[in-house]
């Protein structure tokens, strides 16, 4: 039993103890497994759950190896305290997900694995006991769909080629118009699943779609135990969703990126919706894309992924395109006779916008106003004006801690960074000249509402934004009040742009839009298409047609036009085009190092010394260190480099000698992270 490649010769006395030996993660910054010792080899598996001693306490961790011998000498070792119970044994799918991630996105194994867990099961405390209140009719066994749409041709298409696919990996790009039905492919394909005893996987974006596609889901399937995971949950709550998942008690798993991090011992579908959202990419800890891992998954399991969007991210629609991903297309909405809304724009350089709206749009919610029907205005910036300055001197409010402009509130008077949180109370007058006379520059969401409720007294306006909907609840009865009608004029952020169904929106005004267009992150443009397009989408999704109106300078720009005529395919066709051109992704692999120091020198200076740390390969390129765009946050100043290949292997390598040769975080004043696949530049 003693492996030779181990090249260890063991005394006499350690092989008579006949030990085993265990590989086991923990929790702690290091790349690399602890060994411990256990008598009874017989007693526990990979994927168990053992409590051991490290340094001075006991700690959790999870078998990943069994060896016959050591890579130290025996009497070194420590014993397991014992296997902690209750839990089923992480499977070895899971276990092979979690290596992937760790290498991938150059987080220790031991951390990559305990980010995974809920926080029960990182710790030694026993697990809650097993509910007892599951409701009778939750059985599983009636699993049989109830839907009141029948599907329409390519809806029924796409069931087709899906339900075909199961059983063998096979990822799919479901490319579906707002309101074409993606939900209802979803939920027939999972009833096939679940009619083979298997258990689906459904991620979604934000925890704010979560409870209306619960409802939904929980309407469609009455009799089957569904679990909800997010990081919002209490930390009871999302032991037991995780456990009725893992022990396959649930078979329905709904819930944003961590999801997919659940073990999952009989999986037959993996579901992303709207997988073109920068919010299924982790940005802080492991670093992984939600999306990426849930291919991931669905490869080491042997099933079919679908990835759903009207605006597929790009990386995907390439895939698409190079016929790695099968395209699956919903070209017209569900309901018969509902049509896309017409978009168009509002010239800006020829219509005066006094009160922040052009007349055109003003004009068109009083038309709406007088039919009943809902209009919702759209920008993307909450708070009451994003800049309070002194027109005597040009002063103007700003955080301490951030490069970045206080934002006004006027809910409470106060001056909030929408950086770092920071709060103060409104300056009477001008700290440089004395000025009293401090005016509030552009607009946010409250003070559009402020302007609406002067023009237009008698209609009942509702503002969805962070500000007035901090809990999930009160965003879910609102969103709620607003698809019953309620509400004339709906002044709203992003929060308001996705997933939702409003049958009596027929209106949406679009306000400072290009904003985004000026930015310079090379992903800007394909964001603002994908926000446009689904915040229009609302509208127009029963038999009166919907209309976009978007204000804007540059009505001639390509991505209006592509707006305007519904081209998904044009648009991205152009992006891609200009991606290749420039060598951006998905035309080349991408990482950041970033640092983040008290003073920018020492964070540049860090990058610097890092470029220079060791021979690159020539396939792989380190561009220049530059500060971001808001340099400080915080507190803290900030820099990055960019690294790119044609080379996915070359530049994973790299980075995983790389990363071990850089100083640790805390001995030089600088912090550090590699982030793989970056989609944020800020
Ligand atoms: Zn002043
Ligand atoms: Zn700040």
Redesign the pocket.
Do not use: E, G, M
């Given at each position: 039993m003693w492996r030779k490649e181990n090249g260890h010769i063991c005394d006499a006395k350690t092989q008579l103890l006949r030990m085993r030996v265990l590989r086991v993660a923990l929790d702690v910054p290091v790349a690399k497994l602890f060994e411990y010792l256990i008598d009874d080899a017989a007693a526990v598996a990979p994927g168990d759950r053992v409590a051991v001693p490290f340094g001075a306490r006991a700690r959790a961790g999870v078998v990943v190896e069994i060896a016959g011998a050591s890579s130290v000498a025996q009497a070194k070792l420590k014993r397991v305290e014992r296997v902690l119970e209750g839990a089923p044994r992480l499977p070895a799918d899971w276990l092979e997900q979690m290596r992937f991630l760790s290498s991938y996105y150059q987080r220790p194994f031991g951390e990559t694995v305990a980010g995974a867990l809920p926080a029960r099961l990182r710790s030694l405390k026993p697990l809650p006991k097993r509910r007892k209140t599951v409701p009778e009719d939750l059985t599983n066994s009636a699993s049989t769909l109830v839907s009141e749409h029948a599907p329409n041709a390519a809806q029924a298409c796409a069931i087709e080629r899906i339900g075909a696919a199961l059983g063998g990996f096979l990822p799919f790009l479901l490319h579906g118009i707002t309101g074409s039905g993606k939900t209802e492919v979803y939920l027939r394909v999972i009833a096939r699943v679940l009619a083979q005893g298997m258990q689906a996987l459904v991620l979604v974006p934000e925890i704010g779609l979560t409870p209306q596609l619960e409802a939904r889901f929980r309407g469609a399937f009455p009799h089957t135990r569904i679990a909800v995971l997010h990081s919002a949950l209490e930390d009871s709550a999302r032991t037991h969703a995780w456990l009725d998942a893992a022990r396959g008690e649930a078979v329905i798993i709904l819930g944003t990126r961590l999801a997919v991090l659940t073990p999952l011992p009989r999986l037959g579908i993996v579901v992303v919706d709207e997988e073109h959202d920068a919010s299924f990419k982790q940005q802080e800890g492991l670093r992984y894309s939600g999306r990426d891992a849930a291919v991931l998954r669905a490869k080491l399991v042997g099933c079919p992924v679908v990835l759903g969007s009207a605006t597929p991210s790009l990386e995907t629609w390439f895939n698409g395109r190079e016929g790695r991903y099968e395209l699956l297309t919903l070209p017209e909405r569900a309901v018969p006779g509902a049509k896309l809304p017409t978009v168009s724009t509002v010239d800006l350089r020829s219509q005066s916008a006094e009160h922040g709206l052009a007349n055109p749009l003003l004009d068109s919610i009083r038309t709406r106003l007088a039919r009943g029907e809902q209009s919702l205005v759209f920008i993307n910036r909450r708070g009451y004006a994003p800049v309070l300055s002194?027109e005597?001197?040009g002063?103007a409010a700003g955080c301490k801690r951030c490069s970045a402009r206080l934002v006004l509130h006027t809910s409470d008077q106060s001056l909030r960074c929408h950086h770092c949180g920071a709060r103060q109370a409104v300056l009477r007058e001008?700290p440089?000249?004395g000025?009293v006379d401090l005016r509030p520059l552009g607009r946010g969401t409250q003070r559009v509402e402020e302007t609406l409720a002067v023009l237009f007294p008698a209609a009942r306006i509702l503002r969805i934004d962070r500000d007035t909907t901090r809990r999930r609840a009160a965003l879910a009865r609102t969103l709620d009040a607003i698809g019953r009608g309620e509400g004339d004029i709906l002044v709203g952020t992003q929060l308001l742009a996705k997933g939702h169904d409003f049958p009596n929106l027929t209106l949406v005004c679009v306000l400072n839009a290009d904003s985004a267009l000026l930015s310079t992150d090379y992903r800007s443009a394909e964001r603002l298409f994908a926000t446009l397009a689904q915040v229009g989408g609302r509208s127009g999704r029963r038999e009166q047609p919907g209309e976009v109106l978007v204000q804007t300078r540059f009505p001639g720009h390509p991505m209006y036009r592509a707006l305007i005529g519904h081209d998904y395919a044009g648009f991205a066709a152009a992006q891609l085009a200009e991606r290749e051109g420039a060598g951006f992704p998905p035309f080349v692999h991408e990482a950041a190092l970033r640092a983040e120091a008290p003073r920018l020198a020492a964070a540049m200076a860090f990058l610097r010394a890092a470029a220079q740390l060791m021979d690159v390969p020539a396939s792989v390129q380190i561009y220049d260190p530059v500060p971001h765009v808001i340099t400080r946050r915080a507190g803290f100043e900030r820099a990055q480099l960019v690294l790119q290949s044609h080379s996915r292997p070359v530049l994973q390598e790299f980075l995983r000698l790389w990363s071990a040769a850089l100083p640790a975080s805390t001995s030089s004043g600088v912090r550090w992270h590699l982030d793989v696949d970056p989609i944020e530049f800020d």
């Open positions: 002194c005597a001197c002063w001008c440089t000249c000025n």
